[in-house]
């Protein structure tokens, strides 16, 4: 697990090899299993691999290394079908796509491949894009392809002793 999380970083470069099949099949099994409160799942994935399509979702994050991407996962979740806790109403949506959004990316790094979380786009526009339901908001674009050969990663991190204290 530790070299899994060495060796998964954003990738913003990418060949224009598609990404195959099986390996697609093997990252959506690995979302599938991920945990969310009271096993909800609130979660849905839309595989964008049509060329029209990966355009048009580029202009929702208008990024050239993005609209590059031969394969794009778009992770939504449905705030209705969400665990909100009864003492604050609190939703826990956010919470339980991130953890399967980062069960896709550590599988499709384990794959050879390369991904890059994008939150920083038009959700509304996007929303209207695939024509989602009310309630199914898209929270994570993650565009996924076979890193190509400028792309290097940057880890920089706080140190254990900045963020960890012990009682
Ligand atoms: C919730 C979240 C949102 C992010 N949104 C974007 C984004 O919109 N565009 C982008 O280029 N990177 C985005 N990133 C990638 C981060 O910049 C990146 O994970 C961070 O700098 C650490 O680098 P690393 O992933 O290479 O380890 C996002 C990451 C997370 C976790």
Redesign the pocket.
């Known amino acids: 697990m530790l070299a899994l999380a060495q060796q ?3 990738v ?1 470069s990418f060949t224009s090899q598609p990404v195959a099949d099986e390996a697609l099949q093997y990252i959506l099994e690995v979302a599938r299993l991920a945990p969310s409160a009271v096993n909800l799942q609130p979660w849905s994935f839309v595989v964008v691999r049509e060329r029209s399509m990966l355009d048009s979702l580029a202009t929702v ?1 208008a990024r050239e290394w993005f609209a590059s991407a031969p394969c794009c996962i778009v992770v939504c979740g449905n705030h209705n079908e969400a665990w909100h806790r009864r003492y604050d109403g609190k939703d826990h949506c956010d919470i339980d796509i ?1 953890i399967t959004t980062e069960h896709l990316a550590l599988a499709a790094a384990e794959q050879g491949l390369g991904s ?6 038009d959700a509304a526009a996007c929303k209207q894009l695939l024509q989602l339901p009310e309630g199914v908001e898209p929270i ?1 674009l993650l565009p996924i392809g076979y890193p190509a050969q400028d792309s290097v ?3 920089k991190r706080k140190t254990l002793e900045e963020i960890v204290t012990w009682r």
């Open positions: 998964r970083y954003s913003r994050y991130a890059c979380w994008v939150c920083n786009f994570v990663p940057e880890k």
